[in-house]
């Protein structure tokens, strides 16, 4: 299954004060159909017109918010299934049904409980290291990296609006998030990927110049990394991606191809196989002494070729970096294309601000 979170577009502000509040109109629904031309039929709605009074009182309400829903994602999944089965027996009523062309998406899940992004592409690793004159690190190959970044600056497809000193060697990250589905601890990687619910693509987005400077002090990344990570638009659970699934002792790898495209231009490919330290390993890692939780989400890290920090340095681009106005468009074969365009923070102040004024005439 594919799920989303979505609003209505007419009524969703364009900057949000906080991610930790809802939107009035979130939404859970369950998407079907082609990728960027579907319909989403609203869970909450559909699980509502199925039932009777009586029925709902045993059932429950169907959750309103991604990270409720996965506290208890088995039986809300199996809910979801239920409402999918009978979308092509005529029960879902038309009211439940939105063309996905007509609404919002935003991060399918909004306010993850944690974030954190591996290190797990050599490729990637091993072009940063020799493009910045240092050898391969050794301690690569020894355990899983990942650092945590911050899951209260989430955003889905649309704008990113980025303060001035972010925008000095402006990145994107093109890499796969996966979803913890259910409470582990102290996993092993044969047994991790049980605990994964399901996948979306993820762009860490990076400022470099930030970043630089402030790992001299070895701590870090923060400020280059923290005001923006998107996630999305789908949510593809683990089961529908079986056919890409390549089984191995460490935990399942996926051929996935993968790729970038910055104002049209074609800039990165890579496949999600090539990691060399698989998702289940990762949570093996994170897991250890440490209690994992439905709603974390963990990023794959960046694929090879999937930023201009290695771009540049391998001379494919030439001193590249994003500025307002670029549109950065991230394909996972799989899990659909996520679409961001770069604002400068403060125009888009001003523009939320003149409009406010304009409707308050």
């Given at each position: 299954m594919r799920f989303v979170t979505y609003?209505?577009?007419?009524?969703?502000?364009?900057?949000?004060?906080?991610?930790?509040?809802?939107?009035?109109?979130?939404?859970?629904?369950?998407?079907?159909?082609?990728?960027?031309?579907?319909?989403?039929?609203?869970?909450?709605?559909?699980?509502?017109?199925?039932?009777?009074?009586?029925?709902?009182?045993?059932?429950?309400?169907?959750?309103?918010?991604?990270?409720?829903?996965?506290?208890?994602?088995?039986?809300?999944?199996?809910?979801?299934q239920q409402v999918q089965n009978r979308i092509s027996t005529g029960e879902i009523p038309e009211s439940c049904i939105r063309d996905e062309a007509k609404v919002r998406l935003l991060s399918p899940i909004p306010r993850p409980i944690s974030m954190r992004d591996g290190y797990a592409?050599?490729?990637?690793?091993?072009?940063?290291r020799r493009n910045r004159g240092v050898p391969m690190i050794p301690e690569f190959d020894q355990f899983p990296i990942f650092y945590?970044?911050?899951?209260?600056?989430?955003?889905?497809?649309?704008?990113?609006?980025?303060?001035?000193?972010?925008?000095?060697?402006?990145?994107?990250?093109?890499?796969?998030?996966?979803?913890?589905?259910?409470?582990?601890?102290?996993?092993?990687?044969?047994?991790?990927?049980?605990?994964?619910?399901?996948?979306?693509?993820?762009?860490?987005?990076?400022a470099r110049k930030l970043q630089m400077d402030e790992m001299k002090l070895n701590l870090g990344p923060a400020k280059g990394k923290d005001f923006a990570t998107s996630l999305g638009p789908y949510l593809v659970t683990r089961d529908e991606l079986k056919s890409s699934a390549i089984p191995s002792p460490s935990g399942e790898r996926h051929g996935l191809s993968m790729k970038t495209w910055v104002n049209g231009k074609q800039v990165s490919e890579g496949n999600l196989k090539d990691m060399t330290w698989t998702f289940a390993q990762i949570l093996e890692r994170a897991s250890y002494g440490v209690t994992l939780h439905p709603g974390e989400v963990i990023g794959s890290g960046t694929v090879g070729t999937g930023c201009f920090l290695e771009l540049n340095g391998s001379k494919i681009t030439d001193n590249q970096w994003l500025h307002p106005g670029d549109e950065v468009v991230m394909e996972v074969e799989g899990l659909g294309r996520l679409v961001n365009v770069i604002r400068a923070s403060e125009e888009v102040t001003r523009e939320v601000r003149e409009e406010t004024l304009a409707r308050l005439k």
């Open positions: 609003t209505e577009k007419l009524t969703t502000p364009r900057v949000r004060p906080s991610t930790l509040t809802p939107l009035a109109d979130e939404r859970i629904g369950l998407h079907t159909g082609p990728m960027g031309s579907g319909k989403i039929i609203d869970l909450h709605q559909a699980w509502t017109a199925l039932f009777s009074h009586e029925e709902l009182r045993l059932l429950g309400s169907f959750p309103r918010d991604m990270s409720e829903f996965l506290l208890d994602q088995e039986k809300w999944t199996s809910a979801a592409f050599r490729q990637h690793v091993e072009a940063a945590f970044t911050n899951h209260l600056a989430v955003t889905g497809p649309g704008e990113i609006p980025v303060e001035p000193l972010a925008r000095e060697q402006l990145d994107f990250e093109l890499e796969v998030a996966v979803v913890i589905g259910k409470t582990a601890r102290n996993l092993k990687a044969v047994e991790a990927d049980d605990a994964i619910f399901g996948y979306m693509v993820m762009n860490d987005w990076s």
